[in-house]
């Protein structure tokens, strides 16, 4: 399926903004860091999908993966908090000003270790929000030392054997009820760009496990965070397209049968593209089988794993209004008298 709309080689996009607007600072990252290629597709998909960079706020803790804010949408405000707190801080800020998206990057250590309750709080309450984990299973800012995300029996020079399980965080979202859960691959940009589109589109929390490399201290070919090994296991559940909504499209090998159309909250679409296997997104317990099969059989399952497009979010339950609660007059604000009075006869009641 292809989608009719800007030239590929468009130098602006529907809102007037070129592809330099969406990007950020020059990497200090080591170079082939995967953490790299996961900004690049950041940067392609919120051109692609006409974001105005103003409407996104930029959220991160401690760690690699939290410094890589920096290298994309340096128009957009961001707020780098403390090790693992990055959920609490994002939820606050977003309640304030619920017309913004969040976009909060994270990793392996960051979400899995110090910062797991917070990441599962987040995911219950159904954030608005998206959710990347650049999961490369090791702490690279201190030196490469094992993460949560590390496999059993992982042998590094400095470090040693590693003797725990690994913490799976696609695992960990869906049995928390995270209404959309995705795993990908730094070195598939093409399907990772497109998960972002739809993780973009989703009308709550987006939680995106992204293998990414590092090539420093965690660069064992027979590693599963590794470039070789994630090339020689990927398994793709399907090939995923998104298609954005009011978009004019064009369908080509269609073949009936062979694709599942997923409908987000906005009317956009994700068209998955069935490959071995009938798998179907909106089962929860499927997504659970397919990850538990995957670490027996020592592939690396990617695409999307679950989605909920009808989950409350966070907003819904509050009945949040769509102007930002600092912007709110004093008049909308105040309650009105017969709302005090039904107050206080409740807790006279009391």
Same mark, same amino acid.
């Given at each position: 399926?292809?989608?009719?709309?800007?030239?590929?080689?468009? +130098?602006?996009?529907?809102?007037?903004?070129?592809?330099?607007?969406?990007?950020?600072?020059?990497?200090?990252?080591?170079?082939?860091?995967? $953490?790299?290629?996961?900004?690049?597709?950041?940067?392609?998909?919120?051109?692609?999908?006409?974001?105005?960079?103003?409407?996104?706020?930029?959220?991160?803790?401690?760690?690699?993966?939290?410094?890589?804010?920096?290298?994309?949408?340096?128009?957009? !405000?961001?707020?780098?908090?403390?090790?693992?707190?990055?959920?609490?801080?994002?939820?606050?800020?977003? !309640?304030? %000003?619920?017309?913004?998206?969040?976009?909060?990057?994270?990793?392996?250590? %960051?979400?899995?270790?110090?910062?797991?309750?917070?990441?599962?709080?987040?995911?219950?309450?159904?954030?608005?929000?998206?959710?990347?984990?650049?999961?490369?299973?090791?702490?690279?800012?201190?030196?490469?030392?094992?993460?949560? +995300?590390?496999?059993?029996?992982?042998?590094?020079?400095?470090?040693?054997?590693?003797?725990?399980?690994?913490?799976?965080?696609?695992?960990?979202?869906?049995?928390?009820?995270?209404?959309?859960?995705?795993?990908?691959?730094?070195?598939?940009?093409?399907?990772?760009?497109?998960?972002?589109?739809?993780? !973009?589109?989703?009308?709550?929390?987006?939680?995106?496990?992204?293998?990414?490399?590092?090539?420093?201290?965690?660069?064992?070919?027979?590693? !599963? $965070?590794?470039?070789?090994?994630?090339?020689?296991?990927?398994?793709?559940?399907?090939?995923?397209?998104?298609?954005?909504?009011?978009?004019?499209? +064009?369908?080509?090998?269609?073949?009936?049968?062979?694709?599942?159309?997923?409908?987000?909250? %906005?009317?956009?679409?994700?068209?998955?593209?069935?490959?071995?296997?009938?798998?179907?997104?909106?089962?929860?317990?499927?997504?659970?089988?397919?990850?538990?099969?995957?670490?027996?059989?020592?592939?690396?399952?990617?695409?999307?794993?679950?989605?909920?497009?009808?989950?409350?979010?966070?907003?819904?339950?509050?009945?949040?209004?769509?102007?930002?609660?600092?912007?709110?007059?004093?008049?909308?604000?105040?309650?009105?008298?017969?709302?005090?009075?039904?107050?206080?006869?409740?807790?006279?009641?009391?």
């Amino acid at each position: 399926m292809s989608i009719i709309s800007e030239p590929k080689n468009a +130098t602006t996009n529907a809102v007037g903004l070129g592809r330099a607007d969406y990007k950020g600072a020059n990497s200090t990252l080591c170079q082939g860091c995967g $953490h790299n290629s996961i900004s690049s597709q950041i940067v392609a998909a919120c051109f692609e999908l006409n974001i105005i960079p103003e409407n996104i706020v930029k959220f991160s803790g401690i760690g690699c993966s939290s410094k890589s804010p920096t290298y994309f949408l340096n128009r957009s !405000f961001g707020f780098n908090g403390l090790h693992g707190r990055m959920p609490s801080l994002a939820l606050g800020a977003l !309640f304030a %000003d619920t017309s913004l998206k969040g976009l909060g990057v994270s990793g392996d250590g %960051d979400t899995a270790s110090i910062g797991m309750g917070q990441f599962k709080h987040l995911a219950r309450r159904n954030m608005h929000m998206v959710y990347i984990v650049e999961n490369n299973g090791v702490y690279g800012l201190t030196k490469g030392q094992f993460s949560a +995300t590390a496999e059993d029996g992982l042998i590094l020079k400095k470090q040693g054997t590693n003797q725990y399980l690994p913490v799976d965080i696609c695992m960990e979202a869906l049995v928390t009820n995270a209404s959309f859960v995705a795993r990908g691959f730094a070195g598939d940009p093409k399907q990772l760009k497109n998960l972002l589109k739809a993780a !973009f589109s989703h009308d709550g929390l987006s939680v995106l496990d992204i293998i990414s490399p590092c090539v420093t201290f965690h660069n064992k070919e027979n590693s !599963f $965070h590794s470039y070789q090994w994630g090339k020689e296991h990927e398994v793709q559940l399907h090939d995923i397209t998104f298609v954005p909504a009011r978009e004019e499209i +064009t369908i080509e090998d269609f073949e009936p049968g062979s694709t599942k159309e997923v409908t987000m909250h %906005d009317g956009s679409l994700v068209v998955l593209k069935k490959l071995d296997k009938d798998y179907d997104p909106t089962n929860r317990y499927e997504a659970l089988r397919v990850l538990e099969e995957s670490a027996k059989n020592n592939t690396m399952v990617t695409g999307l794993l679950y989605v909920d497009p009808e989950a409350k979010t966070l907003f819904d339950r509050y009945k949040m209004p769509s102007k930002a609660l600092n912007r709110l007059t004093p008049e909308e604000i105040r309650p009105s008298e017969d709302s005090l009075k039904m107050i206080n006869e409740m807790l006279f009641l009391m």
